[in-house]
């Protein structure tokens, strides 16, 4: 009961009135709160962990808005603290089982919408449509980023323009 308190208060003193709301409901986080269990302090102080409901919100703010870390609204713990918790949930296994345990629960009550999916791909680079990788032709060389120097210039140089790649 206390680590409901401690919530409470965190989500009262955390954002302004325009920052988005808490989603997830008691009766949701009590089906993962044993998969994702409070950091405990370190033994060399410094400041205390933030709460694992909170992070949990956070990570669910930015897949819902599909916004990059760095945009978390404050109302969330620091975007960093956010990522560690979700790599290290990831690691252990502890957010996948709580992922599935969520929504399991949404889609007993009927209220899990799979008409529309979507995936992103931005970090999977398509060459022109290609399905498959195929090896640059021999006879394409790669073009320079400007022309080589003319030889009747004076300070010329001797050695050929560089050629970058990308």
Known sequence: MARSRDWEAYAA???SKTEPKFTLTDEQWSLIVDLLPESE???EG???????????EGICWVLQTGARWKDLPTSFPSPSTCWR?????????AWEQAW?????????QGALDTSEAMADGTFCSAKKGANVW?????????????????????????????????
Do not use: E, H, Q, Y
Not at 46 to 56: D, H, I, L, Q
Not at 85 to 93: A, E, I, P
């Open 46 to 56: 410094g400041r205390p962990p933030a709460p694992s409901r909170a992070c949990f």
């Open 41 to 43: 302090p370190s033994p």
């Open 85 to 93: 918790r979700l790599r290290d949930w990831t690691n252990s296994g």
């Open 134 to 166: 195929v090896r640059p032709s021999v006879a394409r060389v790669p073009r320079s980023w400007c022309s080589p120097p003319r030889m009747d210039c004076r300070g010329a140089r001797t050695s050929p323009a560089p050629i970058l790649t990308k």
């Open 100 to 108: 599935s345990r969520l929504l399991r629960r949404l889609d007993r």
């Open 13 to 15: 003193s955390a954002g």
